[in-house]
């Protein structure tokens, strides 16, 4: 067999350094023809020559080993070239197997060399730098070509090229690996800096914490929990980013939540660069450090730089200016007449659809904290007859709401009886109808009863002579509700005097009703332009959330928003909205370029659609750039400053993908409060699941449920006297403890101050938080108030802000999600003890839940069910009776009001509350036996009297004049046979 053509021996012996040329001659037939053929393998490269000429190509492009091939005639060597196939055929017969052998050699080692240098490139990138998910595309691509190759030459490679080989089939695709290359990463990392990690902050980082900051992805989130430090991870993971020279200072960008949070971060940044400098010499620049901006100011710096000097706008200074500016605006809207004041009306009140409703208890605290108020300053029960009663006013119909009627109709129906309206001066009467076209009924009231009741009152009214116009629920429903009462009223000689527009204008003023709605206006302003709704925008938004009053709002939300940014165009000022826009303008025209390789997001879960558009803006500048974000989406609290709870717990899909860590150690509280709050926002399926851990342990609950009544046997509630109870046991227990009281709204905690005033040397040393401002905040020991139900309540159920509402962000449907994120901000702020203070006779439902848990200490006995029973209202299912005096007189009434009018008179003897069923009254406490007997005729209490026929019941209206007079008397009471109540107590 005739040896391939081979080159020097000395380049054989010597291949490292110059690699041997192998040749491959003609066959003799092709050289008897004269047919060039010839292959040579030179360094990397195979030249083939061929008749239709000379080609070549690197060994990087074989796809696999060359094969050998013994002809007849001819020697035939093959090649995979990609995924072509290339036939040398008419070499020299009987290849030298040796050379053939080298030959394939070479090819392997070469592809082994490259596989080696590939997997030290690979492994230095991986060991470098934390492998981002921009880069895994590329970096599999190259590593795809590189493991197919050697895998076809895997049998022909060195032992170490083999090793290579596997380190990268082991980390290939990168996609599927990368959370182990990171954890690796971090865990050298972590190794490497640990003295830097001990002390970066003033406490050694935890494990989570330090994994936290390692982290350097292009899109980092880590969600934490309160009291965990996310604070401490953004100073430690801007020193870190400036340690590992990852960034200059200048190149950081750190954002803040608020001013005040700007200040403490940056003075906290400060502060540990300055120890760091001392604790790590030479580590950190002298000369710079990284700057904590407020996306305001960052916004204002954007358009300085790039030129746009503007004033800021006193709107945005001082927030009570813009309103009373809109105020002033919409006054002058409704100057207009008709259409402004029809939109006005129709725009201030919720609409509600009785038949809607899911139950019983959402329509009632619907009413209990949505006040339905008419132009002539009646407090009515329903949107249809608040439509009623504004309709009767502006067509200057006098009348009166549920007036007085005859008493004897108590006999027929069973209660007294008050029609909704009276036409004032006339006999006629009003009632209109919760049924639809086929008698039905609101879900939760028994049909057959209901319309036994309207034949009875038609009945009542056929046998009183007085006249009962009726109108319908479905007529509400088909539009013809104004149609059908101009009809009826028409039909009975009514006649209308309308009163004119400005006569209105100024009743809605008088009633304060422009300046307060004001306030709705301006936060839907807000809401607009923190979202950059166009108009068609803000419809689709009104369509979405299916706002009913959408027709009557629009008009004049447009109005005002055109006249707002025009006044603001018009001055050459801007607001705090505009801060943010245009910088965003400045970023994408580039007028300003900017540097930060680096942006720090605090508080992200608030981060708001625009601002968000800022950081994607800025993103998209710079090369290579990474968002790094710390938030709690148990703490998402600011939805009414455009806060997008979203853009935190659906990152991935609306911002990118990101790497995440989790930090759920907390070291503000101890491990009672961590399970009430953390058990408590997590209800809501759409937070995330944590499991909060503590470095403070408790062996029993530090949350208790406080009565608002001082004593067991105080009837009244007073807050401010508990709370300074309160006070007094803590500075008893840790004289230097710090005590904070917390109310959901300002009035609340202005009521503690009054009630403190009179004892100055406890109230100098609390502090007052609402508890959106608490955010970040912490003290030893937290008081918290203004758990009551009703509009103000916490929740509450009020839709005055319901087109505010619909523009906001999206949120999410679980029932006060957002005040149930509230509340954990408030529980989460004390170290060591937190104290609900609250009636149990009015609780708000969120301590309702929090006492079923069995978490919290509750500590009076009137939370248990037996004392609370005894003041339950009888009509409605949230609500308690709770005492009054009026004119010198004792009586209950449902705290459900106005929802809930339920009224209850107080025992004669205890002062306890009458019960009342079956014709008589029985007191509901315990020891108390009394009753009284009521009249079947006009329900007034019986008297018991001494006849000259023997003892007698007598009706207590005996004595009343007129109609008034009641003559009713028997021996034997009705109710006397029946038993009242059931002795709960
Ligand atoms: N690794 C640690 N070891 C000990 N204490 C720590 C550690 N990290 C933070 N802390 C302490 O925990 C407390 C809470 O920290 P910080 O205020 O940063 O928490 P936060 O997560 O911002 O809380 P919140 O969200 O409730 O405002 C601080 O007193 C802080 O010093």
Same mark, same amino acid.
């Given at each position: 067999?005739?040896?391939?053509?081979?080159?020097?021996?000395? +380049?054989?012996?010597?291949?490292?350094?110059?690699?041997?040329?192998?040749?491959?001659?003609?066959?003799?037939?092709?050289?008897?023809?004269?047919?060039?053929?010839?292959?040579?393998?030179?360094?990397?490269?195979?030249?083939?020559?061929?008749?239709?000429?000379?080609?070549?190509?690197?060994?990087?492009?074989?796809?696999?080993?060359?094969?050998?091939?013994?002809?007849?005639?001819?020697?035939?060597?093959?090649?995979?070239?990609?995924?072509?196939?290339?036939?040398?055929?008419?070499?020299?017969?009987?290849?030298?197997?040796?050379?053939?052998?080298?030959?394939?050699?070479?090819?392997?080692?070469?592809?082994?060399?490259?596989?080696?240098?590939?997997?030290?490139?690979?492994?230095?990138?991986?060991?470098?730098?934390?492998?981002?998910?921009?880069?895994?595309?590329?970096?599999?691509?190259?590593?795809?070509?590189?493991?197919?190759?050697?895998?076809?030459?895997?049998?022909?490679?060195?032992?170490?090229?083999?090793?290579?080989?596997?380190?990268?089939?082991?980390?290939?695709?990168?996609?599927?690996?990368?959370?182990?290359?990171?954890?690796?990463?971090?865990?050298?990392?972590?190794?490497?800096?640990?003295?830097?990690?001990?002390?970066?902050?003033?406490?050694?980082?935890?494990?989570?914490?330090?994994?936290?900051?390692?982290?350097?992805?292009?899109?980092?989130?880590?969600?934490?929990?309160?009291?965990?430090?996310?604070?401490?991870?953004?100073?430690?993971?801007?020193?870190?980013?400036?340690?590992?020279?990852?960034?200059?200072?200048?190149?950081?960008?750190?954002?803040?939540?608020?001013?005040?949070?700007?200040?403490?971060?940056?003075?906290?940044?400060?502060?540990?660069?300055?120890?760091?400098?001392?604790?790590?010499?030479?580590?950190?620049?002298?000369?710079?450090?990284?700057?904590?901006?407020?996306?305001?100011?960052?916004? !204002?710096?954007?358009?300085?730089?790039?030129?746009?000097?503007?004033?800021?706008?006193?709107?945005?200074?001082?927030?009570?200016?813009?309103?009373?500016?809109?105020?002033?605006?919409?006054?002058?809207?409704?100057?207009?007449?008709?259409?402004?004041?029809?939109?006005?009306?129709?725009?201030?009140?919720?609409?509600?659809?009785?038949?809607?409703?899911?139950?019983?208890?959402?329509?009632?605290?619907?009413?209990?904290?949505?006040?339905?108020?008419?132009?002539?300053?009646?407090?009515?029960?329903?949107?249809?007859?608040?439509?009623?009663?504004?309709?009767?006013?502006?067509?200057?119909?006098?009348?009166?709401?549920?007036?007085?009627?005859?008493?004897?109709?108590?006999?027929?129906?069973?209660?007294?009886?008050?029609?909704?309206?009276?036409?004032?001066?006339?006999?006629?009467?009003?009632?209109?109808?919760?049924?639809?076209?086929?008698?039905?009924?609101?879900?939760?009231?028994?049909?057959?009863?209901?319309?036994?009741?309207?034949?009875?009152?038609?009945?009542?009214?056929?046998?009183?002579?007085?006249?009962?116009?009726?109108?319908?629920?479905?007529?509400?429903?088909?539009?013809?509700?104004?149609?059908?009462?101009?009809?009826? =009223?028409?039909?009975?000689?009514?006649?209308?005097?309308?009163?004119?527009?400005?006569?209105?204008?100024?009743?809605?003023?008088?009633?304060?009703?422009?300046?307060?709605?004001?306030?709705?206006?301006?936060?839907?302003?807000?809401?607009?332009?923190?979202?950059?709704?166009?108009?068609?925008?803000?419809?689709?938004?009104?369509?979405? +959330?299916?706002?009913?009053?959408?027709?009557?709002?629009?008009?004049?939300?447009?109005?005002?928003?055109?006249?707002?940014?025009?006044?603001?165009?018009?001055?050459?000022?801007?607001?705090?909205?505009?801060?943010?826009?245009?910088?965003?303008?400045?970023?994408?025209?580039?007028?300003?370029?900017?540097?930060?390789?680096?942006?720090?997001?605090?508080?992200?879960?608030?981060?708001?659609?625009?601002?968000?558009?800022?950081?994607?803006?800025?993103?998209?500048?710079?090369? =290579?750039?990474?968002?790094?974000?710390?938030?709690?989406?148990?703490?998402?609290?600011?939805?009414?400053?455009?806060?997008?709870?979203?853009?935190?717990?659906?990152?991935?899909?609306?911002?990118?993908? +990101?790497?995440?860590?989790?930090?759920?150690?907390?070291?503000?509280?101890?491990?009672?409060?961590?399970?009430?709050?953390?058990?408590?926002?997590?209800?809501?399926?759409?937070?995330?699941?944590?499991?909060?851990?503590?470095?403070?342990?408790?062996?029993?609950?530090?949350?208790?449920?406080?009565?608002?009544?001082?004593?067991?046997?105080?009837?009244?509630?007073?807050?401010?006297?508990?709370?300074?109870?309160?006070?007094?046991?803590?500075?008893?227990?840790?004289?230097?403890?710090?005590?904070?009281?917390?109310?959901?709204?300002?009035?609340?905690?202005?009521?503690?101050?009054?009630?403190?005033?009179?004892?100055?040397?406890?109230?100098?040393?609390?502090?007052?938080?609402?508890?959106?401002?608490?955010?970040?905040?912490?003290?030893?020991?937290?008081?918290?108030?203004?758990?009551?139900?009703?509009?103000?309540?916490?929740?509450?159920?009020?839709?005055?802000?319901?087109?505010?509402?619909?523009?906001?962000?999206?949120?999410?449907?679980?029932?006060?999600?957002?005040?149930?994120?509230?509340?954990?901000?408030?529980?989460?702020?004390?170290?060591?003890?937190?104290?609900?203070?609250?009636?149990?006779?009015?609780?708000?439902?969120?301590?309702?839940?929090?006492?079923?848990?069995?978490?919290?200490?509750?500590?009076?006995?009137?939370?248990?069910?037996?004392?609370?029973?005894?003041?339950?209202?009888?009509?409605?299912?949230?609500?308690?009776?709770?005492?009054?005096?009026?004119?010198?007189?004792?009586?209950?009434?449902?705290?459900?009001?106005?929802?809930?009018?339920?009224?209850?008179?107080?025992?004669?003897?205890?002062?306890?509350?009458?019960?009342?069923?079956? !014709?008589?009254?029985?007191?509901?406490?315990?020891?108390?036996?009394?009753?009284?007997?009521?009249?079947?005729?006009?329900?007034?209490?019986?008297?018991?009297?001494?006849?000259?026929?023997?003892?007698?019941?007598?009706?207590?209206?005996?004595?009343?004049?007129?109609?008034?007079?009641?003559?009713?008397?028997?021996?034997?009471?009705?109710?006397?046979?029946?038993?009242?109540?059931?002795?709960?107590?």
């Amino acid at each position: 067999m005739k040896a391939a053509h081979s080159e020097s021996k000395a +380049a054989k012996s010597d291949q490292m350094i110059v690699p041997e040329r192998l040749h491959f001659s003609a066959g003799f037939w092709f050289a008897l023809l004269g047919r060039p053929v010839g292959v040579t393998l030179d360094e990397d490269r195979i030249q083939i020559t061929a008749r239709s000429g000379v080609s070549a190509f690197k060994l990087v492009q074989l796809s696999a080993t060359p094969e050998h091939e013994s002809g007849l005639l001819w020697d035939t060597l093959v090649f995979q070239v990609g995924d072509q196939t290339l036939r040398v055929r008419g070499l020299r017969q009987g290849c030298d197997a040796a050379t053939i052998q080298r030959f394939r050699e070479r090819c392997s080692a070469w592809v082994g060399e490259q596989a080696s240098s590939f997997k030290a490139e690979i492994s230095s990138i991986l060991m470098g730098a934390y492998l981002r998910d921009s880069h895994i595309e590329h970096l599999d691509a190259q590593i795809n070509v590189m493991v197919s190759r050697s895998r076809r030459f895997y049998g022909g490679l060195s032992r170490d090229s083999r090793k290579a080989h596997e380190w990268l089939e082991d980390v290939y695709p990168l996609s599927a690996h990368k959370s182990r290359l990171r954890e690796a990463f971090v865990k050298r990392k972590t190794q490497e800096h640990a003295a830097f990690f001990r002390s970066a902050e003033s406490n050694p980082l935890t494990e989570e914490q330090t994994r936290a900051v390692i982290l350097d992805d292009d899109r980092n989130l880590v969600l934490a929990a309160a009291g965990t430090g996310k604070t401490s991870v953004i100073v430690a993971k801007t020193l870190y980013m400036i340690l590992e020279g990852m960034a200059r200072p200048e190149e950081i960008l750190v954002l803040a939540y608020s001013r005040k949070a700007r200040e403490e971060l940056q003075e906290r940044l400060n502060h540990r660069l300055q120890v760091m400098q001392e604790v790590m010499p030479g580590r950190f620049p002298n000369d710079s450090r990284p700057q904590v901006s407020t996306f305001h100011s960052i916004g !204002l710096k954007i358009m300085a730089q790039s030129g746009y000097i503007a004033k800021v706008s006193q709107f945005a200074e001082y927030p009570s200016s813009r309103k009373r500016w809109l105020t002033k605006q919409l006054d002058e809207y409704l100057h207009g007449g008709a259409e402004p004041i029809t939109q006005f009306i129709g725009a201030i009140h919720p609409v509600c659809d009785p038949f809607e409703f899911e139950s019983q208890r959402e329509y009632e605290r619907f009413h209990r904290d949505n006040v339905y108020e008419t132009l002539n300053g009646d407090k009515v029960r329903s949107y249809q007859e608040l439509l009623i009663g504004n309709w009767f006013y502006i067509q200057g119909i006098e009348h009166t709401y549920e007036p007085n009627y005859d008493r004897t109709a108590f006999s027929s129906l069973g209660y007294l009886y008050r029609p909704d309206f009276h036409i004032n001066g006339t006999l006629i009467y009003l009632e209109h109808f919760g049924i639809d076209r086929k008698d039905n009924t609101r879900r939760d009231i028994d049909a057959v009863a209901y319309n036994d009741g309207i034949r009875k009152k038609r009945e009542i009214h056929r046998a009183n002579g007085t006249t009962l116009l009726e109108t319908y629920h479905y007529e509400w429903c088909e539009g013809m509700l104004y149609a059908s009462l101009e009809a009826r =009223l028409q039909e009975v000689g009514v006649v209308s005097d309308p009163r004119s527009w400005s006569e209105i204008h100024h009743r809605l003023n008088e009633l304060n009703r422009v300046s307060q709605y004001a306030e709705v206006f301006d936060h839907a302003i807000s809401a607009v332009r923190l979202e950059r709704l166009s108009h068609d925008g803000i419809m689709n938004r009104f369509k979405q +959330a299916k706002y009913a009053n959408a027709e009557y709002f629009y008009p004049i939300l447009i109005h005002l928003l055109d006249a707002y940014i025009k006044a603001l165009k018009d001055t050459g000022e801007i607001d705090f909205e505009d801060m943010i826009i245009h910088a965003i303008d400045a970023v994408e025209e580039v007028r300003f370029e900017p540097t930060w390789k680096y942006i720090l997001v605090d508080e992200f879960q608030d981060i708001s659609q625009l601002r968000m558009d800022l950081l994607n803006t800025i993103m998209g500048k710079v090369s =290579l750039p990474s968002l790094y974000c710390v938030g709690d989406d148990w703490q998402s609290i600011y939805r009414f400053s455009g806060g997008k709870l979203e853009l935190t717990t659906r990152f991935e899909q609306l911002i990118g993908t +990101a790497s995440k860590a989790t930090i759920q150690k907390t070291f503000r509280y101890n491990n009672s409060i961590a399970k009430v709050a953390g058990d408590f926002v997590m209800k809501n399926p759409e937070q995330y699941k944590k499991l909060i851990t503590t470095a403070d342990m408790a062996d029993s609950p530090q949350v208790y449920v406080v009565d608002t009544r001082l004593s067991e046997v105080a009837h009244e509630t007073d807050e401010g006297a508990k709370i300074r109870a309160i006070v007094e046991t803590i500075r008893r227990n840790d004289p230097d403890g710090s005590i904070a009281v917390l109310g959901r709204y300002n009035f609340v905690l202005d009521n503690i101050r009054a009630a403190l005033a009179c004892s100055p040397e406890l109230g100098r040393e609390l502090i007052y938080w609402t508890f959106h401002g608490s955010k970040g905040l912490e003290a030893d020991y937290c008081i918290l108030a203004g758990f009551r139900q009703g509009r103000f309540g916490f929740p509450s159920e009020n839709r005055t802000e319901e087109p505010v509402e619909a523009l906001l962000p999206s949120l999410d449907g679980f029932s006060y999600s957002e005040e149930r994120r509230l509340m954990y901000v408030a529980l989460t702020r004390a170290r060591k003890k937190s104290y609900i203070v609250t009636d149990p006779l009015a609780p708000s439902v969120f301590v309702e839940e929090l006492m079923v848990g069995g978490d919290v200490d509750i500590r009076s006995p009137r939370f248990h069910e037996a004392y609370r029973a005894s003041y339950k209202c009888p009509d409605c299912i949230d609500g308690y009776l709770v005492k009054r005096y009026k004119y010198g007189k004792t009586y209950y009434t449902c705290n459900g009001y106005p929802g809930c009018r339920t009224k209850a008179k107080a025992c004669g003897e205890c002062d306890g509350v009458m019960a009342e069923a079956n !014709l008589q009254r029985q007191c509901r406490s315990k020891d108390c036996t009394h009753i009284e007997y009521l009249c079947p005729q006009c329900a007034r209490p019986l008297r018991l009297q001494r006849g000259s026929f023997g003892e007698f019941w007598g009706c207590s209206g005996f004595g009343a004049r007129g109609n008034e007079r009641c003559t009713y008397k028997t021996k034997k009471p009705a109710g006397s046979s029946a038993q009242v109540f059931q002795g709960l107590d």
